[in-house]
């Protein structure tokens, strides 16, 4: 006769099951409550198991139903002034497919807006980490995101939620190396080295560990440590069945090896990142680089189908960096020099977007590696790969990246003459 909170206990099981990396068994969860007391009078529970029955739909890749539901929480929240279902229901409304990315920027918003207001740590920590990842998809500057990762991250320790904020720190490491603040990213290291240790060993923590450090060599260009430390995780990730982290790993493999000049490595390393995530958005940036690899070898057929490809699985919401991609394979697929330069002048166009929103190391590797897919065109202009070359020369020299600095200095001594 308790059916609110059942409904409730329901939900805490489904997202229990969620944090376990159960995505269908925590489904199977909301249905099993829903089946039971779905038919029940409006209460609080039911509200909050319709949402988490929505959030797990979202999960296993069942968006109109996810949507429907989250809608219905939504106006249920508002009926019984339930301020947590509603910024739930609006985090989780935010990161679906269907709609805009100004709209998905509203929801999320005022999903963060409402539990920040309301004091509810946790639930502001999640909108604020969909919240960076809408921000950084629609191209807005590099330190809103620092901010809200930053503020994340203050929410988690404030109530002593250890792993989650070991979560954050390693976010804000990232992203410090990607605008190009490697002392920053250095010290974000240690410090998630000193929450690691307050926490027992898991699966995840290495995970989260691994990645970072692996990222970090590449951002540095130590490449050899890099590959070594991307098999290692990759290996892991496979036996936890852990398909993101295989395409993560996967990826960076595809890159450090197209930059040693190995294109049948990078494009095996390509294939196996998407397989890994098996289509949709997330497919986006490893048909770009596989479009990229195939050009590089001059297989121009197959690249125009993994770059048609790429656009087709591509979302609402562009990613800048995906976006830049799949310009450079546009480019380097051109059939007239005309439109080999206009190609590229778009390309040239996305990356100073890029830095202008802050993004300097990113904009510096992107901008080699459209130079080393053109120097791979039949349409290739070596004075405008020179030209490219030096920019990036001195965007790396300004960021401290010796390594990078030398194999661009190698890429411009193999373009002079003789």
């Known amino acids: 006769g308790q059916a609110s909170p059942a409904a409730r206990l329901w939900a805490r ?13 925590s ?54 002034a339930l301020v947590e279902v509603q910024a739930e229901a609006l985090a989780t409304l935010g990161i679906l497919p269907g709609e805009g990315p100004d709209a998905h920027f509203r929801y999320l918003t005022e999903s963060v807006a409402l539990a920040e207001a309301a004091d509810l740590p946790a639930t502001a920590s999640r909108g604020l980490n969909n919240l960076a990842n809408a921000a950084r ?21 404030r109530i002593g939620h250890v792993a989650d904020e070991l979560k954050f720190v390693c976010s804000l490491a990232l992203t410090r190396a990607q605008v190009g603040d490697l002392a920053g990213a250095a010290a974000l290291r240690r410090e998630s080295q000193d929450l690691a ?5 898991s699966e995840g923590t290495l995970a989260l560990f691994e990645l970072a450090d692996t990222f970090m060599r590449f951002v540095t260009g130590e490449f050899e440590a890099a590959l070594s ?10 036996a936890q069945e852990q398909r993101d982290m295989i395409d993560e790993y996967a990826t960076l493999r595809a890159r450090i090896y197209n930059f040693q000049g ?29 479009a990229l690899l195939l050009a590089e070898q001059g297989r121009r057929a197959e690249a125009r189908a993994a770059l048609d490809q790429a656009r087709q699985e591509r979302g609402p919401t562009p990613n800048q ?29 996305a990356l100073a977007e890029l830095e202008q929103a802050g993004w300097r190391w990113s904009y510096a590797v992107l901008l080699l590696e459209a130079a080393e ?25 300004a960021l401290g990246l010796p390594r990078y600095v030398a194999l661009v200095d190698q890429r411009l001594r193999a373009l002079e003459p003789g």
């Open 13 to 25: 099981m489904a997202r229990a099951a969620w944090q376990a990396d159960d995505p269908t068994r």
């Open 27 to 80: 489904l199977a969860l909301c249905r099993q409550g829903l089946s039971v007391l779905g038919e029940t009078p409006e209460s609080d529970g039911l509200a909050y198991l319709i949402h988490e029955t929505g959030r797990a739909c979202y999960f296993n890749q069942i968006f109109p139903e996810a949507r429907t539901l989250c809608q219905r929480a939504l106006d249920l929240g508002r009926r019984l």
């Open 137 to 157: 998809e629609l191209g807005r500057p590099a330190q809103e995101i620092l901010d809200l990762l930053q503020r994340a991250r203050e929410h988690n320790r």
């Open 197 to 201: 240790a307050q926490l027992p060993p």
């Open 229 to 238: 430390l991307a098999e290692a995780g990759e290996a892991r990730a496979r």
């Open 262 to 290: 190995d294109l049948p490595a990078a494009e095996a390393a390509a294939r196996t990142a998407l397989a890994a995530v098996g289509g949709g958005e997330r497919s986006v940036g490893g048909y770009g680089v596989l």
């Open 321 to 349: 960096i995906f976006e830049s991609l799949l310009a450079t394979a546009e480019a380097a697929l051109a059939d007239t020099a005309g439109q080999a330069e206009a190609g590229w002048g778009q390309v040239e166009a």
């Open 373 to 397: 897919v053109e120097a791979h065109s039949p349409l290739r202009d070596p004075e405008r790969i020179r030209r490219r070359l030096r920019q990036a020369r001195s965007r790396m020299e």
